[in-house]
């Protein structure tokens, strides 16, 4: 594997790099947790009904 410097990398790239190191060191405080039965309902319902996408121009329009 190439060593890729610092310097080099993006900021996205270097945020990725420390969240991995930091899930690496830490683990995953999630795990294990179960997700209760209201929650599981309200995510199937949501994910049955399409999203609907607004532009961030929209957004602009309806709340500035």
Known sequence: MAKVKIKDMSVEDLEQLI??????ILGDPD???????QFKRKLQQRLKTPSQRISHKEILKRFA
């Open 19 to 24: 969240d991995n190191k930091l899930l690496e």
């Open 31 to 37: 795990s294990g947790l179960q997700l209760k039965k």
